[in-house]
């Protein structure tokens, strides 16, 4: 039972454009949302995280927006630049516990 | 400061062996969690330990363990290695205080382990 799903496995944007991110969840029990970027042979790296009681969270060139009723999740990349490539995890934290669940993955490519 | 570090950082195995990984956390850091990452599957989670107890365990069978020694220091092992086993095994850690947020998870750069 997948609990947090990315759809879109991959996204190819032009440089300087917006690149949206999107994830759906199924659990109501979520506190915390984060987006983690990764790059080849390195460990995922926090990106931005927003709390189940907001629906928008900005940093920079990062914005999280939470649809709670929609069950729906986005990043938004503005403007995208080439060294945003990269593979972009959203995961879901249950309430009180220190665990992440994560979806599969969407891989972003930012042509210069 | 220094990262989570992760030892090693790859390793080829057959099936049948088993495996020890070590994870160092981030100084000051007491929770430690692991994940398997295998194409198209996301990050899998294994289990979390703080301060050396067993916090949260996800849906793996029992060939995988772990611990968590008193420096926070975490081993994951698998045992009886099957070809499926083959991944990237990551290690995370967070500050963990009540009330601070969503306690981001630090990870490490991550275990290769091929099974043949």
């Known amino acids: 039972d997948q609990q947090v799903k990315q759809n879109s496995p991959s996204l190819s944007v032009q440089e300087g454009r917006i690149s949206i991110l999107n994830c759906d969840y199924t659990?109501?029990?979520?506190?915390?949302f984060l987006w983690y970027k990764k790059y080849p042979a390195e460990g995922p790296t926090f990106l931005i995280s927003?709390?189940?009681?907001?629906d928008k969270n900005e940093d920079g060139r990062f914005t999280v927006f939470l649809n709670k009723s929609a069950k729906h999740l986005s990043l938004h990349i503005v403007p995208s630049q080439p060294g945003d490539s990269a593979v972009y995890f959203c995961?879901?934290?249950?309430?009180?516990?220190?665990?992440?669940?994560f979806g599969q993955g969407t891989t972003l490519q930012v042509k210069p | 400061k220094a990262g989570v570090t992760q030892t090693p950082r790859y390793l080829i195995k057959t099936r049948g062996q088993q495996v020890t990984l070590s994870c160092s956390p981030i100084?000051?850091?007491?929770?430690v969690s692991w994940y398997q990452q295998t194409p198209g599957q996301g990050l899998q989670f294994l289990f979390e330990?703080?301060?050396?107890?067993?916090?949260n365990k996800g849906n793996f069978p029992g060939r995988f363990s772990g611990r968590q020694f008193s420096n926070s220091r975490s081993e994951m092992n698998v045992s009886t290695l099957e070809l499926g086993d083959s991944a990237l095994y990551l290690c995370?850690?967070?500050?963990?205080?009540?009330?601070?947020?969503?306690?981001?998870?630090?990870f490490g750069a991550g275990s290769r382990l091929t099974v043949l």
């Open positions: 995370a850690s967070s500050l963990e205080i009540l009330g601070a947020g969503a306690n981001v998870l630090t």
């Open positions: 330990y703080f301060s050396e107890t067993q916090r």
């Open positions: 995961a879901a934290r249950p309430s009180n516990t220190g665990k992440l669940i």
């Open positions: 659990n109501s029990m979520f506190d915390y």
């Open positions: 927003i709390s189940s009681i907001k």
């Open positions: 100084s000051g850091h007491r929770s």
